[in-house]
């Protein structure tokens, strides 16, 4: 049996509806040869907050198809506080587009403005409880 991808309600959602904000503390575990935090740790704490962000939109488990675009902009270090800001882009038929914007700042600096460290852009797609892929709501104009 096929699963019919054009069966479900497509109401529209509006970008803010799928905003995650996800913040963590780095550590000495998560630091590479070179003392700066591993692009790894960078790159799932993205995806988790991706993935958040694309599940809110759909209303359910969305998986990730791609990581369309990933920029590294400035070193972290252990200590900073890395903020992963994501908001839905794009929404199709059973896919979506999430950017994905990080932040680091000293966990107790209150005067330094936070540092861009990384942008990502991911594509995933809703899947139902059979794996398969779902209809998902409209992206309202922002």
Known sequence: ?????????????????????????????????????????????????????????????????????????????AGDLLTVHALLERAGRTSMTVAVRVTAERWNATTTPPTEVATARLSFVAIDSEGRPRPVPGLLES
């Not at 694309?54 to 070193?75: C, E, I, N, Q, W």
């Open 1 to 77: 049996m096929t699963a019919d991808i054009t069966a479900g309600p497509r109401a529209h959602k509006a970008p803010a509806d799928s905003r995650v904000t996800l913040a963590h503390i780095m550590s000495e575990h998560d630091t590479n040869l070179y003392g700066t935090i591993h692009g790894g740790v960078v790159m799932k704490l993205i995806d988790d907050a991706a993935a958040a962000s694309a599940g809110r939109h759909a209303d359910g488990p969305a998986v990730t198809v791609s990581v369309d675009r990933m920029t590294f902009l400035a070193p972290a270090r």
